[in-house]
């Protein structure tokens, strides 16, 4: 295939991306205003600004959602992701403790709050939410997928909680002088967890 082939083939495909989104979310808006509570609202436009790292703006709207809907999983899953962003971390693991309290069979909670634990410093409880967390959803081990990171445009595959479970097991293997248990550079480029 010719250079002007594969860029004609590329722009198809991006083409047929964009529109297939395009359809996702036009049908999503066009739900009656009556249909979709205002928590929902809240909790779509918080994700919205989650995006685009607003993370404050979001945080806002994320409580908003939980005021109005205390059992809201996916807003009280948003509101830990958004404090974790902002380096809240107590408000982050409150938030995310309810959602575990709430569904405690749903691995991602056990994600969540495992990095959590793991920006704390708190590497065994880190270590036990990351097993639970696999325990619950082998599936979180594949981590981002290959389409995710397309939208998102991540070039890299970022680690993985069973990445990050097997670095921790190693590094707390070695004698404490040996450790490096944060790796800043690495570590603050990685996604919170979505599903």
């Given amino acids: 295939m010719t250079a002007y082939g594969m860029a004609r083939a590329a722009a198809v495909l991006a083409l047929c991306l964009g529109l297939a989104w395009f359809g996702l979310n036009a049908g999503s808006n066009l739900v009656e205003p009556g249909e979709r509570g205002s928590s929902d609202t809240a909790y779509l436009d918080a ?4 995006e685009d790292a607003q ?3 979001a945080t806002e709207l994320y409580a908003k959602a939980v005021a109005q809907k205390a059992d809201h999983l ?3 899953r948003g509101l830990a992701n958004a404090h974790l962003q902002s380096r809240r971390l107590g408000p982050a693991l409150a938030a995310v403790d309810r959602a575990v309290a709430l569904e405690p069979d749903f691995g991602g909670n056990y994600a969540i709050r495992g990095i959590i634990h793991d920006h704390m410093g708190a590497y065994p409880k880190a270590i036990a939410d990351y097993e639970k967390a696999l325990a619950l959803d082998p599936g979180l081990a594949d981590g981002m997928s290959w389409l995710d990171r397309l939208l998102h445009n991540v070039q890299q595959r970022p680690a993985t909680v069973a990445d990050r ?3 921790l097991k190693l590094q707390l293997s070695l004698p404490e002088n040996e450790r490096v248990l944060r790796r800043p550079a690495i570590d603050d480029k990685q996604r919170p967890y979505e599903r």
């Fill in 47 to 50: 994700n919205t600004l989650f």
């Fill in 55 to 57: 993370y404050d703006r």
């Fill in 74 to 76: 996916p807003a009280l």
């Fill in 165 to 167: 479970l097997a670095y």
